[in-house]
């Protein structure tokens, strides 16, 4: 996973902002292997209500390219519920691993005060494991999106726990499983 997160996050700017959104793209086989390697950690082999999914865009590259694990038995789709998802940055410098909540179907329900809802519901999940308080996992340690636009508001507040690792300190897949591992035991909290 290591490597291919590191080539992902060194060439998919570049694709996004030079090349066609079209047809069997690199980074489309790029992310398809890093879902078939995800999908083949113990954790995730073991586990019959996990889903890996992953998206690069649909019709145009996207801003922020993401590979998620959903529970089925909390959501099927990253528009509701809660899922674990890995978040590239757009500008190839940061991968986020966080357990965040679907923003679309909340902003749906409740409008201008989405990001109020998503907010709170993202404190009341993470009053859930003060063991994680004070850990890498701390939502105050800087996982947060670029500010300004309503939709990274949504992003920033949907957030239960997260960590960034800078495109030059991806961990080892040892390191990643284990933090998948926490985030997906923190997730069945909320099943």
Request: aromatic letters at 8%; glycine letters at 6%; charged letters at 25%.
């Amino acid at each position: 996973m290591q490597e291919l997160i590191q080539r992902i996050l060194r060439e998919y700017p570049t694709a996004r902002t030079s090349t066609q959104f079209a047809g069997e793209h690199e980074m489309r086989r790029a992310f398809r292997e890093l879902k078939e390697q995800v999908e083949n950690l113990e954790i995730i082999r073991n586990n019959p209500n996990l889903l890996v999914h992953f998206s690069i865009g649909q019709g145009n590259w996207s801003i922020t390219p993401f590979l998620a694990i959903l529970d089925r038995r909390n959501t099927t789709s990253t528009q509701r519920g809660t899922y674990v998802v890995f978040i590239f940055r757009a500008n190839g410098e940061a991968l986020d691993l966080k357990l965040g909540q679907g923003v679309h179907e909340v902003k749906q329900e409740f409008g201008r005060r989405a990001n109020e809802v998503l907010h709170q519901r993202a404190e009341s999940a993470r009053a859930l494991f003060p063991n994680l308080r004070g850990t890498q996992f701390e939502i105050d340690a800087g996982l947060v999106y670029e500010r300004g636009n309503l939709r990274s508001q949504l992003y920033n507040a949907s957030t239960i726990l997260g960590r960034r690792y800078p495109a030059d300190g991806i961990p080892n897949d040892e390191l990643l499983t284990q933090d998948i591992d926490i985030l997906l035991q923190s997730n069945e909290s909320n099943v």
